[in-house]
């Protein structure tokens, strides 16, 4: 089953830089394009000058792509709505009016529960994660090695520990981790 995601870029009306934006969601874009190449039913682009959407044709493999667009965009922070049936935009919008950053749908009403109630504990997590966190998240992503990744910072292992902790990285992988078991869990169900 498919996995349509739409995102939107947070407070994109009011950046300081705003001739930024499109340049940086447009590399989002080609970079997702690229990492889930093997996965892509419907190419990412840019809507409305300020959000991406796409769609995988695996789901399960949607919540690594939100925190890799959420990595690719960072610092900004986006809103995202993941829907297995139905609309990635409506579910963006639940997520804006219920201010998460993060909203499944089509998993049935208590999957949906189930996984947004687990989304809303990550999305402090993540809103809170400062610039230089990100950035040790970003590059960690991109390395087989914590060593080759602290080497790109110009950092020790240790001190790359720590901003790792204070992105609070592992329990963020495991929640993306735990989600996308749920779902080949119910994915599995519905074959």
Same mark, same amino acid.
């Given at each position: 089953?498919?996995?349509?995601?739409?995102?939107?870029?947070?407070?994109?009306?009011?950046?300081?830089?705003?001739?930024?934006?499109?340049?940086?969601?447009?590399?989002?874009?080609?970079?997702?394009?690229?990492?889930?190449?093997?996965?892509?039913?419907?190419?990412?682009?840019?809507?409305?000058?300020?959000?991406?959407?796409?769609?995988?044709?695996?789901?399960?493999?949607?919540?690594?792509?939100?925190?890799?667009?959420?990595?690719?965009?960072?610092?900004?922070?986006?809103?995202?709505?993941?829907?297995?049936?139905?609309?990635?935009?409506?579910?963006?919008? &639940?997520? #804006?009016? *219920?201010? @998460?950053? $993060? +909203?499944?749908?089509? =998993?049935?009403? /208590?999957?949906?529960?189930? !996984?947004?109630?687990?989304?809303?504990?990550?999305?402090?997590?993540?809103?809170?994660?400062?610039? &230089?966190? #990100?950035? *040790?998240? @970003?590059? $960690? +992503?991109?390395?087989? =090695?914590?060593? /080759?990744?602290?080497?790109? !910072?110009?950092?020790?292992?240790?001190?790359?520990?720590?901003?790792?902790?204070?992105?609070?990285?592992?329990?963020?992988?495991?929640?993306?981790?735990?989600?996308?078991?749920?779902?080949?869990?119910?994915?599995?169900?519905?074959?």
């Amino acid at each position: 089953m498919h996995g349509l995601i739409y995102a939107d870029v947070i407070g994109s009306k009011q950046l300081e830089n705003p001739e930024t934006l499109a340049p940086a969601l447009g590399e989002a874009v080609r970079q997702l394009n690229r990492l889930f190449a093997p996965a892509i039913a419907a190419p990412f682009e840019v809507a409305y000058d300020d959000a991406l959407h796409g769609a995988l044709t695996d789901a399960v493999q949607a919540p690594l792509c939100v925190s890799v667009l959420r990595e690719l965009i960072a610092p900004l922070q986006v809103r995202v709505g993941v829907a297995l049936d139905g609309s990635a935009e409506d579910a963006f919008v &639940a997520a #804006w009016h *219920a201010d @998460r950053l $993060v +909203r499944y749908s089509g =998993t049935g009403e /208590a999957g949906d529960l189930l !996984l947004n109630a687990f989304c809303a504990l990550v999305d402090p997590v993540v809103r809170a994660r400062g610039e &230089a966190e #990100w950035k *040790a998240v @970003r590059t $960690v +992503r991109r390395h087989e =090695t914590r060593a /080759a990744a602290a080497a790109e !910072l110009g950092i020790d292992e240790t001190a790359l520990a720590k901003l790792l902790d204070d992105a609070h990285w592992r329990e963020v992988e495991d929640a993306d981790a735990t989600i996308a078991a749920y779902l080949a869990i119910v994915l599995d169900d519905r074959t």
